[in-house]
């Protein structure tokens, strides 16, 4: 079934509300995006995407462009902090050519070409301060006072969504007792396209290259008592950085030298919503499942979630048929990767030595006696192809 010139209104111009945008023009939809930013800029840093997010990229005609700015990863490698010593070596084998490193501003960017080229209105500078419903017909009101209606309204307006909230009540997050550290470096030499882990106590700080490896992403998790306020551009101390990760050695100290600007930011661990959509209005990616960053899934299930949810409005003539669908095929996966994410969190973090000294010793041979072992055990999130499940209506 084509949408044939539905309105939909899509709250938020990220990675979901983007793709679930382009996804919907393509099937005819007459679509809108309202964003509050007043440009689509280069914000954010590196986002690791997996195979199952790159199957929607791919059906969406968009894995070239993706290619073309960003590096396949070969590798995954775990270390430990104080010399950087190999753990294990996780080979991503068949899975490489479709696992990138890509920066943030760039995949937005591709999805923001082709949301216009698929007909969609990007309108910039249009903050919506609520949701309002009139029988089961959603509106949207802006900070303006504009009062933005259509027939179907979509919620992908990130961690700290309206939409959620009028969806579910508001719902306070619980700070994990974590904050991440965030730059971005220019690479100096050749940079291997692999992401390395050096776990520490109480710390753990990931590296990989961007652009092909013209950039290093740096990200690092300290636990702390102090709470830090959430969100992606609040702005850290690079001297403070060096002095908490003082004592990790190998590559690391060479990487902070060259730090000059970082971002900070507290992480929180919020449920799941439990309710997804209303009437003729729904969420998606952040807005429907915050995550931890500790499993690199956030704008897979975005891509995943948009692909859906597109998917089941063409299948679906009522909206509310659609969304329930949608919300039973996603929430049950969804939910599994986010409590997965929060469980990686401890496991780089053991402290007590000789805790630490034996989970690194099984993991090496673990990856010594089956290498392939501990990759298999992600079959389940990597392999899920939304795309085939779901073949797009022609
Ligand atoms: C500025 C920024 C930087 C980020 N940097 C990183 C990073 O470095 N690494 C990483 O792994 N992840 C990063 N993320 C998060 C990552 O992009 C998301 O977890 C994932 O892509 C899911 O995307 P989403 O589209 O659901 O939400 P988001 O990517 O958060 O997009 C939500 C969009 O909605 C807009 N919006 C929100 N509220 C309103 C409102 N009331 N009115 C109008 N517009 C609104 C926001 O401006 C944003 O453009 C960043 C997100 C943002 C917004």
Request: proline share 5%; glycine share 8%; aromatic share 8%.
């Amino acid at each position: 079934m084509s949408l044939g010139n539905r309105k939909i209104t899509v709250l938020g111009a990220g990675i979901a509300g983007l793709a679930v945008a382009t996804a919907l023009a393509r099937q005819g939809a007459d679509v809108v995006v309202l964003e509050r930013a007043d440009a689509i800029r280069e914000v954010g840093a590196g986002l690791q995407i997996s195979p199952n997010g790159v199957a929607v990229l791919r059906a969406l005609g968009l894995v070239e462009a993706l290619a073309a700015r960003s590096g396949c990863a070969r590798a995954v490698v775990l270390r430990d902090f104080r010399h950087g010593n190999r753990v294990l070596k996780l080979d991503l084998g068949r899975q490489a050519k479709d696992y990138f490193f890509v920066h943030r501003a760039d995949l937005v960017d591709i999805l923001a070409r082709a949301a216009r080229a698929a007909g969609v209105q990007i309108r910039l500078l249009h903050e919506v301060t609520r949701l309002d419903f009139d029988g089961t017909r959603p509106a949207l009101i802006t900070a303006q006072g504009a009062r933005a209606s259509s027939d179907i309204m979509i919620g992908a307006d990130g961690l700290h969504s309206v939409v959620r909230a009028a969806l579910n009540g508001a719902v306070a997050p619980g700070f994990t007792g974590q904050v991440a550290w965030r730059a971005v470096i220019p690479a100096r030499g050749h940079v291997p396209a692999e992401a390395h882990i050096h776990m520490g106590p109480h710390r753990h700080l990931v590296h990989y290259p961007l652009r092909g490896g013209e950039l290093i992403n740096i990200v690092a998790v300290e636990e702390r008592e102090a709470w830090v306020e959430e969100g992606w551009n609040r702005p850290g101390d690079p001297d403070r950085m060096r002095a908490v990760f003082a004592d990790f050695g190998g590559e690391v100290p060479r990487l902070l030298e060259q730090v000059h600007s970082v971002n900070l930011w507290g992480l929180f661990r919020h449920p799941v919503a439990e309710r997804w959509y209303r009437g003729s209005a729904a969420i998606l990616g952040d807005a429907a499942h915050p995550t931890l960053p500790f499993m690199a899934q956030g704008a897979n299930m975005a891509l995943e979630d948009a692909w859906v949810l597109a998917a089941a409005l063409t299948r679906h003539p009522e909206p509310e048929a659609a969304f329930a669908f949608y919300q039973a095929e996603r929430r049950p996966r969804t939910q599994r990767i986010v409590e997965m994410a929060s469980r990686n969190a401890r496991n780089y973090h053991l402290s007590f030595p000789p805790l630490r000294v034996a989970a690194q010793t099984a993991l090496r041979i673990g990856g010594m006696m089956a290498p392939g072992a501990a990759l298999r055990r992600f079959d389940w999130l990597y392999d899920y192809d939304a795309t085939l499940r779901y073949p797009a209506a022609s």
